[in-house]
Structures are given as C-alpha cells and as structure tokens.
C-alpha cells in the first residue's frame, strides 16, 4: 500500500477504537472511579506544588494513600495537567484514552516495521492490535489504566526480543524502551513480559549461546532499565518490605476465574474472540523456508500467544498456583500478552501468504480492508456488549469525602486498616490515648493538632501510616512516630509539647533513587547533546 493508502487506514483505525470518546458524558469502567481519583489526586498535588508526592494527599478525605508509590503514573500526568489547565474531568479522561490508543496504534506500526521492513505486515499488526477485543474491552468495561498504558510498551518487547535473538541486538533500544515502559506503567504486565522474554531466551538459547557479547549487552540493557526506573522501582520495594498490606490478602479466587476453553472465542467478555485466531489458519498453506527468520518469530510469537490464552483457562492448576500468583487476580489477564503476539503473527501469515500465492497489490489492499472491517466489527460489538454506563463527572465531584476512598480492594492499605469509612468520618480529628478528639488543621501534606494537653501520652492522628512520615513541635524538634496507631493510623507521641505537626518527608531510599534516575537521564541528555555537536 502507499504512504496515503496507510495515512487513511489508520486514521479509520483509530477513529474506529475512540469513537465512543465522543459524548459529553464520560466513558464508564469496573475501575474509572479509582483512575480519576488517581488523576485528580495527582492535580491537587501539582496545584499545591507537590507534583511527585509519594502519598497522595486527596485519599481518604486526606488520610492518604501510597497510590503514587505503588501504582506508576508515568502517563496520568497528562490528564492532570489538562486538570490544572481548567479542562472538566469527563473530556481530560477522554483526551487521555484517545492519547493512548493513537500511541499504542503508532508503537505497533512502528515496532513491527522494525521488525520486518515492511509496511503492509506493519499495519495490519497494529490494525489488529488497536482493535482486538481485550483491549477494547480494557478501554471500554474495566477502564484498566493501567494496562491499557502498560500494552503501548509491549510491542517494543517483543521486537526488542527479535532484535536481541535474530538482529545481534543491534537495536538494544527497542527492549529498553519497552521494559522501561511497562514497568512505570504497570507491574503486573511487567511479570508477564518478563515471563515472556525468559521464555524467547530460553527456546533460543543455543542460537545466543554462540554469541557470547550477546549476553553482556543483554545485561548492560538490564541496568540501564534498571537506571531509568530506579526513582519508582526502588521505593516500592523499600515500602513492600517495610509492612504488611492488603495485596497479601486473596481478594479473589484464581481458580473461579479462570475460563473454559470456549470462553477465549466467545462474543462475551473477557475474551479474545475468534477472528484474532482465523488468521493463523493461513500457516497451514505457507512453505516453510528455514532461513526465514521473520516466518521462525511469527511462528514462535502465535505459539506463544496462543498458551498465554489458553493459561487463562483450566490448563494451568490456577488452585495450586493460588498461594504464589494471588497478585494475579484474573486470569484472563494473560490477554494482555496474548494479543499484540497474536497480531504480529496474523499479518505476518496474511502478508506471506499473499505473496507466497504470487496474488497482486491488490490483494494486499483487499486483505488490509478485509482485516478493518473484520476487527472494527469486533470492536464495535464488544463496546454494544458492555454493560457499563455512561456518566458525567462534576469537576468538584471528589471534594466530597466519601468518593475518596474508591479505592477499589484498597491493596495497598496497610493491613492494620480495618474499617475504611472511620478514616472518612474522622479525618479532622486526632484522637488520644483516651479517646477524646482534637481538632486538626491542614496545609497541602502537612496537619497539626494545636493546644494538644501537656499529660497525653499519644496521639492518632488522621494519616494512613506509612514509612517516611515525621513529626515535630513547635520548635521543629522531631517527635517519635509509627504505624501503632488505631486503624492503621500514625501515633505521634508529643512529650509535653502543645503543638504537633505531621509531615509525609519521604525516606532516604526515595531520595537516592531520585537521584540515581535523574543523574541517569541527565547523562543521557548530556550525551545526545555531545554527539550531535561532534557530527556538526
């Protein structure tokens, strides 16, 4: 096809995938409510010049909530920009998932032409990857934030894989980028790549084994990943280890989530659906040449894609499996992986097996329009399916208290929180050892409890507790503070002193990976700037 020819199609494709973005009402999903907390959390951080607050300030009618610290927010500050800009909560959520379906359109084009150099298996990769029916699904049902921005970033996983095991790893880029990617947008994809990128080196491993530099730029890869991620990898695991939260409980039953086999192809959701899978029937009538190492990949890549489906099922013991991958909570999740390996494979088959056929352009132009219309159909039945209804967000609709605790299974509470609506309905309060109340002020991060008794021993004040909170009194001398307090809720003890003050300041740990990642990235930007005055 010609540059124009491509220039329409994927226009159409994602107008296709974001047409249910036009309404004044904002898209509904299992999870909006929490992801719009998330973006108007991080808006009132910028507002008051805290933009990278480890504990957000909005949760829990301001209790708090290491929502930042666990869960990235690599692309939510699009969205909250467009907050702090003045624009409503409906429409800056749909510019934002209008964002990420054009990036994840362009990141499939872009990173299956790496791969194979050709426009018309590059486009129908990312036809197929826009609009198969997990992701619209993920768009349109759950409102799955984070793996909708996790799957921009897989693409580049995969042809970082191809590039690391057929071109030399010549282009080390590609797996960096993707790794990094899906890391600062979601940690669950990041398991399943990692899987993923195990297993390729595992099934190809006589094939690196010859070339042993391979290995070390693998591992200099590694540590650029792990350079550029170490401002969010490094605190969270600091956080993970510091206490016991509620992701440690089984919130749901693997084993009665999981599918029957018939489930992957069925209208219903989650699932595949059956046209993402017609495509690798086209394998059977394709001459296999040995040295054809794109075909090899397409090969590997539908095998793949078809047991990360068919893992979403029975097949795996997931009962067994219940006490180790609880993180999991769905199965089906492995769609995630499934599809982008199952649309590389299927225009791979459908371009090949137009050409192996010595069929024309023609036919070329046939099978993309043939592909379009297949999967807009897809994606059009699986938004008419969903059940979930539209809703139009005020812009003040999180000043009330209540809604600030959408915080779905509340994982990374500590698990010393027990009752979720006393934070709400005391969150002006600081209690003492007594029970009696004082009354608490607030600036941004910071509360203080004023004409506080010279005999009480303690107080629980209005904070969710987590590692890195200070205290200090009027002089600014620090108080001794932990996680003792009722309800999961931070203990100040004054020592005589009438005034206490309570501030999230952040740990050592956090500060350092700070500065790791950003010495990283300012040494990179050094470097470019090098570079392009030596070519001069």
Not at 253 to 276: H, M
Not at 376 to 390: D, I, R
């Amino acid at each position: 096809m010609n540059k124009r020819q491509i220039q329409i199609i994927s226009i159409i494709t994602v107008f296709v995938a974001c047409l249910p973005l036009f309404t004044v009402n904002c898209i509904g999903g299992h999870d909006i409510a929490y992801h719009l907390l998330r973006i108007e959390s991080l808006k009132t951080g910028i507002l008051n010049g805290l933009p990278f607050l480890r504990i957000n300030m909005l949760y829990f009618g301001g209790a708090g909530y290491a929502g930042s610290l666990f869960y990235p927010d690599l692309f939510l500050y699009i969205p909250a920009l467009l907050r702090v800009a003045g624009v409503g909560i409906n429409l800056s959520y749909h510019i934002f998932i209008g964002f990420c379906i054009t990036a994840g359109f362009l990141s499939a084009l872009y990173c299956t032409y790496a791969v194979s150099g050709d426009t018309d298996i590059s486009l129908i990769t990312a036809m197929i990857f826009t609009l198969f029916k997990y992701h619209i699904y993920d768009i349109y049902t759950r409102g799955a934030i984070g793996e909708i921005t996790a799957m921009i970033f897989v693409p580049f996983v995969i042809a970082g894989i191809y590039d690391l095991i057929f071109n030399r790893f010549k282009r080390p880029q590609l797996l960096i980028i993707g790794m990094a990617g899906v890391i600062l947008c979601h940690t669950l994809t990041t398991f399943f790549c990692v899987v993923f990128c195990v297993a390729a080196v595992a099934v190809y491993i006589k094939r690196l084994y010859k070339n042993k530099r391979l290995l070390v730029k693998l591992i200099l890869a590694a540590l650029i990943v792990a350079l550029m991620t170490a401002f969010y990898v490094l605190p969270m695991l600091e956080m993970m280890f510091s206490a016991s939260f509620r992701l440690s409980e089984a919130f749901f039953d693997l084993n009665n989530e999981k599918l029957l086999i018939r489930n992957i192809f069925e209208t219903k959701d989650p699932s595949l659906g059956t046209v993402i899978f017609v495509p690798l029937l086209l394998r059977i009538f394709i001459k296999r040449i040995k040295e054809d190492e794109l075909m090899g990949f397409a090969d590997f890549a539908a095998l793949s894609g078809v047991l990360a489906a068919l893992f979403t099922t029975g097949i795996l013991p997931w009962d067994r499996l219940m006490n180790h991958f609880s993180f999991v909570q769905f199965p089906w999740r492995l769609f995630i992986l499934a599809g982008p390996l199952l649309a590389f494979a299927d225009s791979v088959y459908i371009i090949r097996f137009i050409r192996r056929s010595s069929l024309n352009n023609t036919a070329n132009t046939l099978a993309v329009l043939t592909v379009l219309a297949a999967m807009s159909l897809t994606a059009v039945n699986c938004v008419e399916n969903s059940a979930e209804p539209y809703y139009s967000y005020s812009n003040d609709y999180f000043e009330y208290a209540p809604f600030t605790a959408e915080v779905i299974g509340g994982e990374w509470l500590p698990a010393t929180v027990t009752d979720r609506d006393e934070l709400i309905y005391s969150k002006d309060t600081a209690y003492d050892e007594d029970g009696n109340g004082l009354k608490v002020g607030r600036v941004k991060n910071t509360l203080y409890v004023e004409n506080v008794p010279e005999d009480v021993d303690y107080l629980d004040v209005p904070f969710i507790y987590y590692k890195g909170y200070a205290a200090s009194d009027e002089n600014g001398e620090p108080l001794y503070i932990d996680g003792s307090g009722n309800n999961g809720k931070a203990r100040v003890y004054p020592k005589g002193s009438s005034y206490v003050r309570v501030y999230y300041k952040g740990t050592p740990v956090q500060k350092i990976s700070w500065l790791i990642s950003a010495v990283f990235y300012a040494g990179v930007i050094i470097n470019m700037i090098w570079k392009k005055k030596k070519d001069k």
